[in-house]
């Protein structure tokens, strides 16, 4: 096969030929030629084979920008165009040819062109979407931008839910690469690179990006070693974001391993905040004696004197159960008298589930009390109480001294 070199003059008497409805070619430069894609020659990919009525041509690759199958309308378009007359009339001429043929970006391009002619050529102003508003000949983009909107992803949008959606973007976009990072951090954990895997904990460790919390709280989710959560918690207090110290304070009143929860508390109490009291006075008032006492015993760690009342409140507390089955049977259940917190009557129930409440001491209430205290008054709310109000009244006296 002899490879045709193809010359700028000879391009372009091909893309001045005749055309008839065919496969073009789009040149990098823009223009087309009739012409369709052969196979590629086989001794080189840095060329495209062509093949058009002249014969094969042989171009470079950058040359050529894409295929383009043409419509009859779009061959004709093109046949015509090149003799109209460069007036307003004539241009607007074929721009209606083309929107009535379906040829849309001619039908723009020879729009533009009568506008550059006759700037007050009202029908094309219109075809192209202009409207007149105060004697002014206005697109669409100008209207709502007169009103302060702005074009975002094709549509119109206040700045204010523009800046909204692409701050969403970003945190989007930051929280794909924390989930991925802490996914390979997580891999490297469990790997056998040693040295990789003392990376990913110093990583872990120092972590402070805020746009990290969320992934890493799903990381926590899903994790299971009770030695990678007790890293996850320190994660955690390195951030110091407030879902990540909202978090602490959950696993340090809920989560089934003491270690986790100790860990949890300790990140809490190392990270200084206000208020880390707070969570943990609200789950004195839980309806588990687990979450009342692991609350308590963080409330011991934190010395939150404040919390002495609600802790006493929370020395014995009342908690209903549903007891018995379905089946119609008989179902049995033990009671508490809520005076002295122990034992005595037992209740009978027949005929389905029954509420009953039970009565539970809390020791770890109890422990923390005394340790805040320097008291020991078991489990009777009443001295607890008498001993509280002699303290206030206390205080109260040495407070008028000093004034």
């Not at 496969?23 to 009739?34: F, M």
Request: aromatic fraction near 6%.
């Amino acid at each position: 096969m002899v490879r045709l070199s193809l010359t700028a003059a000879c391009v372009a008497a091909i893309a001045a030929a005749q055309p008839a409805p065919a496969d073009q070619v789009e040149l990098a430069t823009g223009s087309r030629l009739d012409a369709r894609v052969a196979s590629e020659p086989a001794e080189s990919r840095s060329h495209v084979a062509l093949e058009s009525e002249y014969g094969r041509l042989v171009l470079d690759r950058d040359r050529v920008a894409r295929a383009v199958n043409e419509t009859p309308a779009e061959a004709e378009y093109r046949r015509r165009s090149p003799s109209v007359s460069d007036t307003a009339e004539a241009q607007f001429a074929l721009a209606n040819w083309c929107r009535d043929n379906g040829v849309a970006e001619g039908m723009r391009r020879h729009l533009a062109r009568v506008l550059e002619l006759d700037p007050e050529h009202a029908e094309a102003r219109m075809l192209l979407g202009y409207q007149q508003i105060d004697g002014q000949w206005m697109t669409r983009d100008d209207v709502l931008a007169a009103r302060g909107l702005v074009r975002w992803k094709g549509e119109y949008r206040t700045p204010q839910e523009v800046a909204l959606l692409e701050q969403a973007e970003q945190a989007e976009a930051a929280a794909l690469a924390w989930r991925n990072q802490l996914a390979q951090w997580r891999e490297s954990l469990d790997g056998a690179d040693r040295d990789a895997a003392r990376r990913a904990e110093e990583s872990l460790l120092t972590l402070s990006d805020p746009a990290a919390t969320a992934e890493l709280l799903k990381l926590l989710a899903d994790e299971k070693t009770p030695q990678v959560r007790r890293l996850l918690m320190k994660s955690l207090g390195s951030l110091g974001t407030p879902d990540a110290l909202a978090t602490l304070a959950n696993h340090g009143i809920a989560d089934v391993d003491p270690d986790v929860r100790a860990e949890a508390v300790d990140q809490l109490i190392a990270s200084g905040r206000p208020g880390l009291a707070i969570p943990f006075v609200k789950a004195l008032r839980a309806d588990n004696p687990f979450y009342i006492n692991n609350a308590a015993w963080a409330l011991g760690r934190l010395q939150a004197a404040s919390a002495i009342d609600p802790l006493i409140d929370a020395l014995v507390t009342t908690h209903k159960r549903q007891v018995g089955n379905d089946s119609g049977g008989d179902s049995y259940s033990v009671g508490f008298n809520p005076a002295t917190g122990g034992g005595g009557t037992f209740g009978f129930g027949g005929g389905g589930p029954k509420i009953v409440a039970k009565n539970s001491r809390n020791p770890q209430v109890l422990d923390t009390l005394v340790h805040l205290t320097g008291e020991n008054f078991q489990y009777s709310k009443e001295k607890w109480r008498a001993w509280l109000a002699d303290q206030q009244v206390a205080q109260d006296i040495d407070l008028r001294r000093d004034l």
